[in-house]
């Protein structure tokens, strides 16, 4: 079965979102902790939560992700910013707790010039003095494309800050594809070569999550700007081969292309599902 679903505003609460998902085909959604430039986090409404669940088992939903909002920094050459973003950390996943079934996914961060060592470093430490033994929520570290002095630009680097970690079955993996690709990793002409690198480097078992993305650049790019499925140079092909992909098919596909409303993703869902068949 495919999992599916595409990153939804959080502003109406769980059950708008689970109704939303349903009404595009979807079986799961991505929503931000809150306002991802910052901000306090709403508080859980435990009523609505209550009936979120209620929906989701009725309607087969798997796991859901909760995406850091993009000012969190856990190697942020400011201090402030790092206690701040720490802070954030533990505060997303006490709310993340109340969820059954629920992945974290977070940006590793950038070093803002202290070097890769250093913010690794950095990242690590903070989530071991945050998560536990006996939480639920697992954490994923998201790959990224490498632009400015971000952190997961490479499979090494998501392994290091991996390695480091002293609850390593609490961590696992998003693969985003726009940001591999434009990492420069060849997704397009040699999928099964980049997924055996980031087994032997990280672990298939790790990966958890693909956000799946077209992208406006070319692989090697560096750029991070999600195109539309099968309008940019992934394309159409390229997106359902990794869809269908062996060590991929039974994990969370998320979209985060840029679409004016609901009926984007619905396309996408629907046009996706049509290849697979
Ligand atoms: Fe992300
Ligand atoms: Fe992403
Ligand atoms: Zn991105």
Excluded: W
């Excluded at 997303?92 to 590793?108: A, F, Q």
């Excluded at 560096?222 to 092909?237: A, C, F, T």
């Amino acid at each position: 079965m495919l999992n599916i679903g595409c990153h939804l505003s959080s502003s109406n609460g769980f059950v708008a979102m689970a109704q939303n998902a349903i009404s595009i085909g979807a079986n799961t959604f991505q929503y931000f902790t809150r306002n991802p430039r910052g901000g306090r986090a709403k508080e859980i409404d435990h009523d609505d939560l209550k009936k979120f669940l209620e929906i989701g088992k009725n309607n087969n939903f798997t796991s859901i992700i909760a995406h850091a909002p993009y000012t969190m920094n856990l190697c942020s050459s400011d201090e402030k910013i790092r206690i701040y973003s720490k802070n954030l950390l533990k505060d997303d996943i006490e709310k993340t707790e109340l969820i059954p079934n629920v992945y974290y996914n977070l940006h590793p961060g950038s070093h803002t010039g202290q070097g890769v060592k250093t913010g690794i470093n950095q990242i690590s430490a903070s989530i071991n003095e945050i998560i536990t033994k006996s939480q639920n929520t697992i954490l994923l570290l998201e790959t990224m494309a490498g632009k400015g002095s971000e952190i997961g630009g490479n499979f090494e680097e998501i392994a290091a800050i991996i390695n480091q970690i002293n609850i390593k079955e609490k961590i696992g993996v998003c693969f985003d594809t726009c940001h591999v690709y434009d990492s420069g990793y060849d997704i397009v002409n040699n999928l099964e070569n980049v997924l055996e690198k980031f087994d032997k480097i990280i672990g298939i078992s790790k990966l958890k999550v693909v956000h799946l993305n077209d992208s406006k650049n070319i692989c090697g790019s560096k750029k991070d700007r999600h195109e539309k499925i099968g309008q940019g140079n992934i394309g159409l092909n390229g997106i359902i081969n990794i869809i269908k992909n062996k060590y991929l098919r039974n994990l969370i596909f998320i979209l985060e292309t840029p679409q004016e409303n609901l009926n984007g993703y619905k396309d996408e869902i629907s046009n996706i599902k049509n290849h697979l068949n």
